[in-house]
């Protein structure tokens, strides 16, 4: 079983920094100012800039939800399903190289 101590023992550097801005690899509504988006570090991530309905209620990921043993591991896979496509998984019929939403991330987070 693994613990929260374990992902602390990670070395030093395998981690994102806490200044990674956690849209980088995310197309951005036009207009978004890229001085105030969240970076990895913050307790709370606004992905909505990364919507393209600007009207559309993209509730904030917050991290003081989860026992701060586990904030990092989980701010990690957030921060990699940003990042990349999900895989295919012929099983399930679902197609790779698509990208999740960011308003379904929020289900997620709360899973």
């Not at 570090?41 to 393209?52: E, L």
């Not at 989860?66 to 679902?94: E, S």
């Amino acid at each position: 079983m693994t613990t929260a101590a374990a992902f602390r023992a990670v070395p030093e550097g395998t981690w994102p920094t806490a200044g990674t801005i956690v849209l980088r690899n995310r197309t951005l509504r036009a207009g978004t100012d890229r001085d105030i988006l969240s970076c990895f570090g913050d307790s709370v991530w606004n992905i909505k800039p990364a919507h393209p309905d600007a009207h559309i209620n993209i509730t904030p990921l917050t991290w003081a939800h989860y026992p701060t043993g586990f904030q990092l591991p989980f701010k990690t896979f957030f921060l990699a399903a940003l990042d990349h496509p999900n895989p295919g998984n012929p099983a399930i019929v679902q197609r790779g190289n698509e990208r999740a939403g960011v308003a379904t991330f929020r289900y997620w987070f709360i899973d």
